[in-house]
T-cell receptor
Framework: KQEVTQIPAALSVPEGENLVLNCSFT??????LQWFRQDPGKGLTSLLL?????REQTSGRLNASLDKSSGRSTLYIAASQPGDSATYLC????????????FGEGTQLTVNP | DADVTQTPRNRITKTGKRIMLECSQT?????MYWYRQDPGLGLRLIYY???????NKGEISDGYSVSRQAQAKFSLSLESAIPNQTALYFC????????????????FGPGTRLTVL
């Protein structure tokens, strides 16, 4: 059974700092990996999707990398802002599961002004 | 208007009551999903549907049922609600043949907060 782990569970940083969120998964036979953002009491917003054949994806100040063989992904946030404060969720879609996602528990990020 | 909508947004009910949560989407996606989110457990898949005639159980389907009334509508029912079904419920959609943001990106609704007393 696929298991997804996110470290750290919570992170507090000053504004302007560059930071890295980590995601690991136990079964490397994945189809894609997605990073989501969740604001308190709100739904999930897709940030980046990396196909299994890709090594990284970038969107603005966000960069996500994927090392499928080692079962790891990182989300890099450059020049963090208070508006980046949210919970960041990693989810993997396995090759044999169709479109079903297995989620990690998330990293709660606080960026202090 | 939001692409994926859920009704109601909040619901408080009593043990034993039948509850229906509804999801509608305007994205034209064939695939739809129901998840629940619990503190410390993350999001878990309840049911998913790849088209109107294709409905499948997810990781935690016991105590739940679904109906795919049309491509755009996917409802989740709790036949006899119990307190441990208190959670935040999310509907999502995806298109495995989409391009742009990434094939099969899942788009989530705003969630329904359900409390069973």
């Amino acid at each position: 059974k696929q298991e997804v782990t996110q470290i750290p569970a919570a992170l507090s940083v000053p504004e302007g700092e560059n930071l890295v969120l980590n995601c690991s998964f136990t079964d490397s036979a994945i189809y894609n990996l997605q990073w989501f953002r969740q604001d308190p009491g709100k739904g999930l917003t897709s940030l980046l999707l990396i196909q299994s054949s890709q090594r990284e994806q970038t969107s603005g100040r966000l960069n996500a990398s994927l090392d499928k063989s080692s079962g790891r992904s990182t989300l890099y946030i450059a020049a963090s802002q208070p508006g980046d404060s949210a919970t960041y969720l990693c989810a993997v879609c396995e090759e044999t599961s169709g479109s079903r996602l297995t989620f990690g528990e998330g990293t709660q990020l606080t960026v202090n002004p | 208007d939001a692409d994926v909508t859920q009704t109601p947004r909040n619901r408080i009910t009593k043990t034993g009551k039948r509850i229906m949560l509804e999801c509608s989407q305007t994205k034209g996606h064939d695939r739809m999903y129901w998840y629940r989110q619990d503190p410390g457990l993350g999001l878990r898949l309840i049911y998913y549907s790849f088209d109107v005639k294709d409905i499948n159980k997810g990781e935690i389907s016991d105590g739940y049922s679904v109906s795919r009334q049309a491509q755009a509508k996917f409802s989740l029912s709790l036949e006899s609600a119990i307190p441990n079904q208190t959670a935040l419920y999310f509907c999502a959609t995806s298109d495995p043949f989409s391009e742009g943001e990434g094939t099969d990106t899942q788009y989530f609704g705003p969630g329904t907060r359900l409390t069973v007393l």
